[in-house]
């Protein structure tokens, strides 16, 4: 069976899509974050106020890791860092998860089967 005709192929794909690109929005939300807290931002102002809102809950597992770099009231948030590279993990691991639901031939599976012994 040729597995790009697989019914479950189109599911995985689409799965796959939406994954990366709930990380690549959480990533880039959790990137203003670091940039505002890095120049010192207003946190009253609306739109600081809102992307420290929206990402706290994504930064608040992280935010006793490590202790934040303050310089003349810029802040270089380490703990922001950790949890980008944490939910690219994440992510990452969900993807390989859904690959393995991949149709495969048996000459295929036998293929990559070979090649991991190695």
Do not use: H
């Not at 599911?11 to 203003?32: D, K, N």
């Amino acid at each position: 069976m040729d597995s790009s005709n697989s019914p479950s192929t189109k599911p995985l794909y689409r799965g796959t899509q939406i994954v990366w690109y709930l990380l690549g929005l959480l990533e880039i939300l959790l990137a203003f974050r670091f940039v505002l807290k890095l120049f010192a931002a207003n946190p009253v102002a609306g739109f600081t106020s809102f992307i420290y809102g929206t990402t706290y809950i994504f930064t608040a597992p992280f935010l006793s890791v490590f202790r934040m770099t303050k310089v003349d009231g810029n802040i270089f948030e380490w703990t922001t860092l950790l949890a980008m590279f944490v939910y690219w993990i994440i992510a990452t691991g969900i993807i390989k998860l859904f690959l393995m639901g991949k149709t495969v031939s048996t000459p295929e599976a036998a293929s990559k089967m070979d090649s991991q012994e190695k």
